[in-house]
């Protein structure tokens, strides 16, 4: 168990639609990242966010948008969702902005349908 | 678009046998790490090597990293059932993109008891 938390684990929605994954870090660390894995793109960065403000940001649709709240915990939205928007959603934590070692959450897995 | 790519992209190899998975990366790293996914789960972190070292040892696990090909590879000694995963390795980005980590497309393991 890493200590990241995530949920939903498994998600199952249509097309056009929003929808929200939370993560909660590990105790103690401020960096929260996001990842899409899919069987196409593999394991791809999308966001980090380091004290409640963004720091990085990668290959994020603008359909999507992430915060980090005062308690460190995040939110991924992904909204006008499609067919190819289905894949595997992780959160992963770290103490600095820049630490090396992340600690990943169980994943949530999106379905589009 | 993903950093590394790792050779080969499945094997499969008898209980007891040692297993050695290749990564190759494009630009300078500053350190470059190991991780496993069972199966759809999380990713769990492995190993680190800095870009000063050359070899480092965890338990079974022997990774060497040659800066001057810019490629990796990780050896699993005496392998057991257990060890069946996917194996990545990921780098980190340039000093400005944060602490995000740019993922190979991974190797599938298979240990046959």
New interface residues.
């Given amino acids: 168990d ?1 200590g ?1 938390t995530q949920t939903p684990k498994h998600l199952i929605t249509a097309t056009g639609q929003r929808v929200t994954l939370r993560c909660s870090p590990r105790s103690g660390d401020l ?1 929260v ?1 996001w ?1 899409q894995q899919s069987l196409d793109q ?4 999308l966001i ?1 966010y ?1 004290n409640g403000e963004e ?2 940001k ?1 290959n994020i649709l603008e359909r999507f948008s992430a915060q980090q709240f005062p308690d460190l915990h995040s939110e991924l939205n992904l909204s006008s969702l499609e067919l190819g928007d289905s894949a ?1 959603y ?1 959160c ?1 934590s ?1 103490v ?12 949530t ?1 999106l379905l589009v349908l | 678009s ?1 950093q590394g790519e790792e050779d080969p992209q499945a094997l499969s190899i008898q209980e007891g046998e040692n297993a050695t998975m290749n990564c190759s990366y494009k630009t300078s790293i500053n ?1 470059l ?1 190991w ?1 496993r996914q069972n199966s ?6 492995l190993i ?1 090597i800095r870009s000063n070292e050359r070899e480092k040892h965890s338990g079974r696990l022997r990774v060497t990293l040659d800066t001057s090909k810019k490629s990796s590879s990780l050896l699993i000694t005496a392998s057991r059932a257990a060890d069946t995963a996917s194996y ?1 390795c990921a780098t ?2 340039p ?1 400005n ?10 190797t599938e393991l298979s240990v046959k008891p």
């Fill in positions: 890493s990241v960096s990242y990842y593999g394991l791809q960065f980090q380091y720091r990085a990668g595997l992780f992963a770290s600095g902005p820049r630490q090396e070692t992340q600690y990943f959450g169980p994943g897995r | 993903q350190n790490q991780y759809g789960r999380g990713l769990v972190h680190l990545f980190d980005g000093y993109q944060g602490g995000k980590l740019i993922f190979g497309q991974g």
